[in-house]
């Protein structure tokens, strides 16, 4: 009987990351990331056409492993994060009170009583 060498890969074994993926949950964690993958894509460049900009966005992949008499139980799991549109700003300035105003303290008023009614 011929000797086994120790570093061969067994038949129908992992030799790549990719593959190991597309064997959990029976492909159906590779198939979901990469229709997620798509939907980053879209997401970015539709972010890009709205607000312009560098839009940033991110999938964490997570692999849990479990050993249990010799067998492996895997799962994955995974998290995106798609950009999000910029939060509406002000620009305000502080009084000598330090309330927050729209107005800039210092600059005179064109009108600081108001607006006259012609009415009168």
Partial sequence: ???????A?????????SWFLQQIGDGSL?????????????AMNQYVQDFRGAPKGKIVLTLD?????QAFEVS?????TKP???AAGAVMWTDKANNF???HPSQ???FPAGVRSLDS
């Fill in 76 to 80: 994955g799991s995974f998290k995106i």
């Fill in 9 to 17: 890969p067994a038949p129908g074994a992992a030799r790549s990351f």
């Fill in 1 to 7: 009987m011929a000797e086994e060498r120790q570093d």
């Fill in 30 to 42: 590779h198939h979901d990331l990469t229709n997620e993958l798509r939907e980053m894509a879209t």
């Fill in 84 to 86: 999000k549109a910029p």
């Fill in 108 to 110: 005179m008023q064109l």
């Fill in 101 to 103: 105003t729209q107005q």
């Fill in 65 to 69: 492993f479990k050993l249990d008499k």
